[in-house]
């Protein structure tokens, strides 16, 4: 356990030191932002006066809030390869893959501290999403609850996205193909939802195997320990999956 | 006696999709004593060292490091050990301390036993005045004396080398090789080299590999030209050196 945080902090720590979380952090967060005025502006401008005196009227949270996380959602879809290729790609461009597997630590505690370094990244983006929202507190109420069920979803998406991506950066020592092959798996998952939509073809079970359905029912403020369940497998079976590989390393060639 | 046996590796073999790259290598190492492992390119010796740091398993054999046994307790056995691949595993962004700390704290290294074991390694590769730089910037000669530092940091019983001093002036090369001497003295250590005079000038005893087999294994005593033992053991049954020979 205290291995995985040693290698977890000093990957966080190494995130910052080069400019890429730092230009990470600032695009996802200008652009978000840019999405949450709008929504805002739209809500205050046009939705709100023509839902003066209705029951049941959507409100901020349904409207603003939701589309927020969405939008979090996507761009990360597209971030994700960047961040998830130097994981393990890069140190074996670099060969720096060496100083780990001859330490006195496990393939298992190399995986974990690498993931959890990187989960350290996504929750610092989502507490700097999560401040725009936040900030409506202060003149509205705001729905806590559905509030929490958005962060929880998109915590759980981009933590799937990070485990997919760290097994397919395990693969190969080019950090572009990784990133590449990242970005195509996570793409497919989410053409796998729309075509489970598609009128005539729909099917149930793209809409299940798809990463995105399960993230929408959070953002509806449901918190089904299905999808739960989901989320849990999916990170589970790409980090074996990358502790098998590294391990295969050794054995075989 | 046989307790100062700090490294020993019985009937190694490994197969790469059946074509055999190292077969029934033994080899041994005595506490305080420098090991030249020699060969053509191709001979094996890239796969010898990383199977002895568990980078690689053999197909057949047991490795042994200060007597715990490399295959059944790696995290154990790893702990004696220290290594500097061909390149060294440096993390480019991190300067020499923040380094040296990380690999410190790899190796389960706390307190003020980490601070002294990184003085100590930065005082023995002469790596003070650089010690706040930025790896990145750093010339291949101290990017090579870092990666040394790494692998002696937690001062362990074998101390296994991958070309050291590859593309290095002569001035560094003859640093690193008095470096390897002083380290020769505590710890045991493997010298993987195509140098034949850096074997000579640091190594205790060779151990020649050619096509996956061990063709010689002495000590350095009596040897006058090593380059002489090396052309007879390597190119004996070669070919294309045996025609060149009988024509000339």
Known sequence: MKMIWIIASTEFRRLFISPLAWSVLAVVQFILAWVFLLGLNEYVTQIQPAMVGRENAPGLSDLVVSALYLWAGVIMLAVMPVLTMRLLAEERMNQTLALLTTAPISISQIVLGKYVGLLLLIMTMIAMLTLMPLSLSLGTDLDWGKLAAAILGLFLLLASFAAAGLFLSSLTRQPIIAAVSTFGLLLFLMVLYISGNSQGAGSELFIYLSHFGHFLSFLEGLFDSSDLMYYLLFIISFLLLTIRKLDNERLQR | ?248
């Open chain 2, 1 to 248: 006696m046989e307790s100062s046996i700090l490294l020993a590796a019985e009937g190694l073999s490994r197969d790469y999709n059946h074509q055999p790259a190292v077969e029934n290598l033994n080899l041994q190492l005595q506490k305080g004593e420098v090991l030249g492992l020699l060969g053509p390119n191709g001979a094996g010796k890239s796969t010898t060292m990383q199977m002895l740091t568990g980078n690689l398993a053999p197909t057949t054999g047991s490795i042994h490091i200060n007597g715990i046994d490399l295959l059944e307790e790696p995290r154990q056995a790893k702990r004696h050990l220290g290594y500097l691949p061909e390149q060294p595993p440096v993390y480019r962004d991190l300067t020499v301390n923040e380094y040296l700390e990380y690999c410190a704290k790899l190796h389960g290294l706390g307190g003020a036993v980490r601070t002294q074991a990184i003085s100590l390694a930065r005082e023995r590769c002469s790596l003070n005045e650089v010690q706040n730089r930025l790896i990145a910037h750093l010339s291949k000669g101290y990017k090579q004396r870092v990666g040394i530092a790494q692998a002696i940091l937690h001062s362990p019983a074998v101390v296994i080398l991958d070309e050291p001093t590859v593309g290095l002036d002569p001035l560094q090369m003859r640093e690193i090789r008095k470096l390897i001497r002083e380290l020769g003295q505590e710890h045991s250590v493997i010298l993987s080299t195509h140098i034949l005079p850096e074997v000579q000038a640091v190594c205790d005893r060779v151990q020649i590999l050619n096509r996956g087999r061990t063709v010689f294994n002495d000590s350095l005593k009596g040897i006058t030209s090593l380059e002489q033992v090396f052309f007879d053991l390597v190119y004996q049954d070669d070919p294309a050196f045996a025609d060149e020979g009988g024509d000339a």
